[in-house]
């Protein structure tokens, strides 16, 4: 075994989760356990949100999201779902769709104004979808931010 390179062990459960990204997790992993019923965030998806370059605050966030989008839906897909659903059918990493709905989170409190979270996912997708983005590969974020800056958000 290389000890400049050493192998990490999957991350397959909430433990590992802690084990290799570290105790400061623990309260984050257990808010979210204690927050949201396994219906609408299983364990699989909120280690997967942990293993997508997910900051403490993004997962955070995310457990804050999911939780609102759970009462104002209690029935359907779970948000969390939908969201990795768009993920997973996106050009752009996990990583940058974390930074990108954290940057519109945070713009929309500047505006005091919320929105349901599929209404957030279904702007951003119009982001990335949009001709802007057809010739020129942007960052993720740059083209969030400019398309908000540009065309602003009714929702």
């Known amino acids: 075994m290389n000890q400049n390179n050493p192998i990490k062990k999957p991350i397959h459960t909430l433990q590992d989760v802690i084990e290799q990204k570290g105790e400061e997790w623990r309260a984050t992993l257990e808010f979210a356990r204690a927050t949201i019923p396994e219906k609408f965030l299983s364990d699989r998806n909120l280690v997967r949100l942990t ?7 993004q997962t955070e966030l995310m457990v804050k999201l999911l939780f609102q989008d759970s009462k104002e839906r209690p029935v359907g897909v779970p948000g969390i779902d939908y969201f990795f659903r768009v993920v997973d059918h996106s050009n ?5 769709w974390l930074n990108a709905i954290t940057y519109f989170q945070e713009w929309l409190a500047s505006e005091n104004r919320t929105t349901p979270f599929q209404k957030m996912l279904g702007y951003l997708q119009c982001c990335e979808d949009s001709p802007e983005n057809k010739d020129i590969d942007h960052r993720f974020m740059d083209l969030v931010q400019d398309f908000i800056k540009t065309h602003g958000y009714v929702g």
């Open 92 to 96: 752009y990493s996990l990583g940058a």
């Open 51 to 57: 293993k997508g370059a997910a900051t403490i605050p």
